[in-house]
């Protein structure tokens, strides 16, 4: 069974640093793109960052751009989220999702929740003081 499971979260003072997991079992990432998002209360979900199936490519939301890092260790079946220097407003659930595709290049889709087929249950991010 297609499963996703993240892990790294918790609770961290602003400036802090997490890095968040995303590991696939009964399915190779190898061909799939994969996508993290985070929802927080009362808001919808957003996406944050996607990287391709190779990890050449990779993108990211506005906000997060030079404090986030996508990779991808598909030796390991897993795809990491490195968060530096976060903020309050960091906070909420984060989620991270799989789509296969083979692409060269992240889809210009690739930061929207609807283009994913498979999803994890989340681990809660929380960035307080």
């Known amino acids: 069974q297609l499963q996703l499971v993240e892990s790294g979260g918790g609770l961290v003072q602003p400036g802090g640093s997490l890095r968040l997991s995303c590991a696939a079992s009964?399915?190779?990432?190898?061909?799939?793109?994969i996508g993290w998002f985070r929802q927080a209360p009362g808001k919808e979900r957003e996406g944050v960052s996607c990287?391709?199936?190779?990890?050449?490519?990779?993108d990211y939301a506005d906000s997060v751009k030079g404090r986030f890092t996508i990779s991808r260790d598909n030796a390991k079946n897993t795809v990491y989220l490195q968060m530096n220097s976060l903020k309050p407003e960091d906070t909420g659930v984060y989620y991270c999702?799989?789509?296969?595709?083979?692409?060269?290049?992240?889809?210009?889709?690739?930061?929207?929740?609807?283009?994913?087929?498979?999803w994890g249950q989340g681990t809660q991010v929380t960035v307080s003081s």
């Open positions: 009964g399915f190779t990432l190898d061909y799939y793109s």
């Open positions: 990287i391709n199936s190779s990890g050449g490519s990779t």
């Open positions: 999702a799989a789509k296969r595709d083979l692409a060269n290049s992240v889809q210009p889709m690739c930061l929207h929740h609807f283009w994913y087929d498979w």
